[in-house]
Each structure stands twice: as structure tokens, then as C-alpha cells.
């Protein structure tokens, strides 16, 4: 792999989530990574940081899989917006198993530097999750798309202008 191609890292980590191969996953993180998942206020470092909390979602959610929607690089940094499916079959956040399928969609902002993950911001949708687990009820109005519908939407949609942050 070209160390110098985060669209290809990327790529072989959701490869590599989707097989379940926590090992593989933490190969693609720097030794000394800090990683803030914002949705549960939660830090991991390290390589075993990662396996733990992989290990976390996949005994909640033992047949999880990603699907990439979108990847934004600019300088050393990707932010990748994804969309995670699965059925809640173990204790998640406290939370005993509903036997429930999720859809569950969020974003990731990663800092790589030399072929590794060194850094990442995770953001996803917990209200979404705590509603495909019928744990907070449904939002008023006609039945939503999914959120996977509604992201690929959001970025084919060619009349939105990029964002100026000047």
C-alpha cells in the first residue's frame, strides 16, 4: 500500500472492519494514536485502544458493517463519512441487547501522517441509534429515509455549492 494515499488507507480499514480483523484494523494506527469518539465522550489510545473499542461494538453488534458514502482529503487529513448496519445483539452502552436492526450513519475525521492513523474524530448519529433500537420514539412527520439514503442524497446532489469558510 502507498503510504502516501489515505483514499487507499481508508479503504483497506473498512475492508478491514468488515472482516472483523481487529488486528488488521489497528495495523493502520500510529503505536502512540489518540482517537475521541464525541458521541460518547470517549478517548482511546494506542493500537489496544482501537481493539477495544472494536471489540465493543462487534459484542454488541456481532455482524456490523461499514459502508463509505463519502472521503474528503486535503494535507494529511480525511474525513469520511460512513454508515455502519447491523442487529443489536449484545449490552451496548449499557443498553441490553433489543435484537434490533441499526442504521446508524456518522462522520470520522482522521490525521495521517506516513501511512498511519495518528488521530481521529468520530461524530455519528446516537438520537438514529436510539431509535432503531426503539428507545426514543420515532420523529414526527412522514417515515424518514434511511440515514445511508439520505447521505448518499446529500452528496450527489450537484446545486450544493462547497462550503466557503473564508
Known sequence: MDPMNPALLVRHVVEALNARDAERVAGFYAADYKGLDVSRALRKQGRAGVCEELGEWWRAFPDLRFTTED????????????????????????????????????????????GEIVRALHLWDMAGLLRSMKLLPDLPGPPASSPATLLAAFFADASLQPLCLD
Open 71 to 114: 472521503v474528503v482529503m486535503q494535507a494529511g487529513r480525511v474525513v469520511l463519512g460512513w454508515t455502519a448496519v447491523g442487529r443489536h445483539q449484545g449490552c451496548f452502552m449499557h443498553i441490553p441487547p433489543t435484537n434490533r436492526c441499526i442504521e446508524v450513519c456518522g462522520f470520522s475525521v482522521l490525521d495521517v501522517r506516513a
